[in-house]
């Protein structure tokens, strides 16, 4: 039986956990940034090679990555690449988080979950689909610019339904995404730097402070 | 004291109706299922005190079909969301004074 006089105190803490639960996607694990951060380093490592091995130009970032000869193959190995990391990245976000969710005795999936997801993937798909109708016009560097500019976008948008540090997040990537259009020479570093580092320190950073 | 206990809510003295008027608080709307799991309490348990709170006029339900399925979702009204914000101060004054 409860305290008749610790009421008031216990509705207010049972209200703020409500509002935060209810309003914020909490079982997002940090242990999953430092995997994407793993598998965007790879990624990096992977677009360095396909590049090395594909073009003969020294000034490739200033070259459409689907133009010129062998470059069908040149962008289709790039895709995949992409597209492994992206499904590692998202696979293990979404393994690791219902692990989270279990542990802390939380739902992961809700509609608060839902609206974050589609919040991340509005964004994300439009960003896919700009690089995939200019990648034969527009230089190799500004494609990887894109990917991290839209990318951030997307973090800056979900960060409103899970950790504000999300948003922050988010920010790092824009930020780095123009970056590279200013320094193209080290697009892939800075790819690296942006879809690699950034996430490791991230989620390290979000697993020492949250447990998990 | 008087003026403390007239914001007292006793249409929110529930904590199950607490936390339904918490939840709408801060969210646009959502369904029955997402507001059973969140409070995790029954279906009857959840469905009578909606139903108090909207005869109250503090939230209001719209049914719609997903997929041809019934969908009941609710949302608080701008006199739930009132008399909620002044039921919060009214708690807040109460701890202050011990």
Request: charged share 15%; net charge positive; with cysteine.
């Given at each position: 039986m409860m305290n008749q006089s610790d009421q008031p105190l216990e509705d207010i803490r049972v209200i703020r956990k409500l509002m935060e639960e209810s309003s914020r996607f909490l079982s997002l694990s940090g242990l999953s940034g430092i995997l994407a951060g793993i598998a965007g380093l790879a990624g990096a490592y992977a677009a360095h090679l396909v590049i090395k091995g594909n073009t003969p130009y020294t000034d490739w970032y200033l070259r459409p990555l689907g133009g010129g000869e062998a470059a069908a193959g040149t962008v289709l190995e790039l895709f995949?690449?992409?597209?492994?990391?992206?499904?590692?990245?998202?696979?293990?976000?979404?393994?690791?988080?219902?692990?989270?969710?279990?542990?802390?005795?939380?739902?992961?999936?809700?509609?608060?979950?839902?609206?974050?997801?589609?919040?991340?993937?509005?964004?994300?798909?439009?960003?896919?689909?700009?690089?995939?109708?200019?990648?034969?016009?527009?230089p190799a560097s500004v494609t990887a610019a894109s990917s991290l500019i839209f990318y951030g976008v997307a973090m800056m948008n979900a960060g409103k339904f899970t950790f504000g540090e999300?948003?922050?997040?988010?920010?790092?990537?824009?930020?780095?995404?123009?970056?590279?259009?200013?320094?193209?020479?080290?697009?892939?570093?800075?790819?690296?730097?942006?879809?690699?580092?950034?996430?490791?320190?991230?989620?390290?950073?979000?697993?020492?402070?949250?447990?998990? | 004291m008087k003026q403390i206990l007239a914001n007292f809510n006793k249409a929110f003295e529930s904590r199950v109706r607490l936390g339904i008027m918490s939840v709408l608080a801060v969210n646009p709307a959502m369904d029955f299922t997402?507001?059973?799991d969140t409070l995790a309490v029954?279906?009857?348990?959840?469905?009578?005190?909606?139903?108090?709170?909207?005869?109250?006029?503090?939230?209001?339900?719209?049914?719609n079909f997903i997929n041809r399925k019934p969908n009941t979702s609710y949302s608080i009204t701008e006199a739930g969301l009132e008399s909620f914000s002044s039921h919060l101060k009214a708690l807040e004054e109460l701890i202050n004074r011990k």
């Amino acid at each position: 039986m409860m305290n008749q006089s610790d009421q008031p105190l216990e509705d207010i803490r049972v209200i703020r956990k409500l509002m935060e639960e209810s309003s914020r996607f909490l079982s997002l694990s940090g242990l999953s940034g430092i995997l994407a951060g793993i598998a965007g380093l790879a990624g990096a490592y992977a677009a360095h090679l396909v590049i090395k091995g594909n073009t003969p130009y020294t000034d490739w970032y200033l070259r459409p990555l689907g133009g010129g000869e062998a470059a069908a193959g040149t962008v289709l190995e790039l895709f995949a690449a992409m597209a492994v990391v992206l499904v590692v990245a998202f696979m293990g976000a979404v393994i690791l988080s219902s692990r989270k969710a279990k542990k802390s005795g939380l739902h992961a999936w809700t509609p608060v979950t839902k609206r974050m997801l589609v919040s991340l993937l509005i964004p994300l798909a439009a960003g896919g689909l700009f690089i995939l109708f200019t990648v034969k016009t527009v230089p190799a560097s500004v494609t990887a610019a894109s990917s991290l500019i839209f990318y951030g976008v997307a973090m800056m948008n979900a960060g409103k339904f899970t950790f504000g540090e999300i948003h922050w997040l988010g920010v790092l990537e824009v930020v780095t995404g123009l970056a590279c259009l200013l320094l193209p020479q080290y697009t892939i570093i800075i790819w690296a730097i942006g879809f690699g580092v950034i996430h490791i320190f991230y989620g390290l950073f979000m697993h020492l402070r949250y447990r998990g | 004291m008087k003026q403390i206990l007239a914001n007292f809510n006793k249409a929110f003295e529930s904590r199950v109706r607490l936390g339904i008027m918490s939840v709408l608080a801060v969210n646009p709307a959502m369904d029955f299922t997402g507001l059973r799991d969140t409070l995790a309490v029954t279906d009857g348990n959840l469905a009578s005190h909606l139903r108090a709170l909207e005869e109250a006029g503090y939230i209001r339900m719209e049914k719609n079909f997903i997929n041809r399925k019934p969908n009941t979702s609710y949302s608080i009204t701008e006199a739930g969301l009132e008399s909620f914000s002044s039921h919060l101060k009214a708690l807040e004054e109460l701890i202050n004074r011990k």
